[in-house]
């Protein structure tokens, strides 16, 4: 598959919902909340929430963004600045890599409830693959700063989040290392 050249940025997805946390929606009190609640709802079946409890996904809720991506629509690019990570809760997308050849690889497919970009949450360092819609999708963002701002609000959460996020690298660094060392055999 060509990759769209397109623009890669949240800038090009739909805003569906927003957590109580952005400004803009601070005027309309009874729209925040029923806003957090959908968006609660929807992280609820999520892989990387599903060891919190209820009010920590309520709480979670009031941090994140949903938008919806069309297909095609490149959500980030190999060696972009990264800034926030995503939960898959409708939809499909691909991770590609280039590699040492500069020939565009399918790493994996993301599935809903699976999470991808956490690595940049963590460490701030550019992205380490590029990550397509290939079916109408929904997405729940955390942006590298209200990631922040949950550390400073909610340092439990926050602890939480970034255990599952340890895990899921680990898991992932695990598989890749099984992989490696099956190709290395061959």
């Not at 809720?61 to 095609?72: D, H, T």
């Not at 690298?169 to 099956?182: A, E, F, H, M, P």
């Amino acid at each position: 598959m060509a990759l769209n050249t397109g623009k890669s940025s949240l800038a090009s997805l739909e805003l569906l919902e927003s957590g109580k946390q952005f400004p803009e929606r601070r005027q309309h009190p009874q729209s925040d909340a029923a806003s957090s609640d959908r968006i609660a709802a929807l992280l609820e079946n999520a892989q990387m929430f599903k060891d919190l409890e209820w009010s920590q996904i309520e709480t979670l809720s009031n941090y994140i963004q949903v938008y919806r991506a069309a297909p095609g629509a490149v959500l980030f690019r190999e060696g972009d600045r990264g800034d926030f990570m995503c939960v898959v809760l409708e939809g499909k997308l691909e991770i590609h890599k280039e590699d040492n050849r500069r020939v565009d690889k399918i790493v994996t497919t993301i599935f809903p409830g699976r999470s991808l970009g956490e690595m940049t949450i963590v460490d701030g360092e550019p992205r380490s693959a590029t990550a397509v819609v290939v079916a109408p999708s929904t997405l729940a963002v955390l942006t590298q700063e209200n990631f922040m701002q949950i550390m400073r609000d909610k340092p439990a959460l926050s602890a939480k989040l970034l255990l599952k996020i340890a895990q899921l690298l680990s898991q992932r660094l695990r598989l890749t290392s099984g992989i490696l060392v099956d190709y290395l055999e061959s």
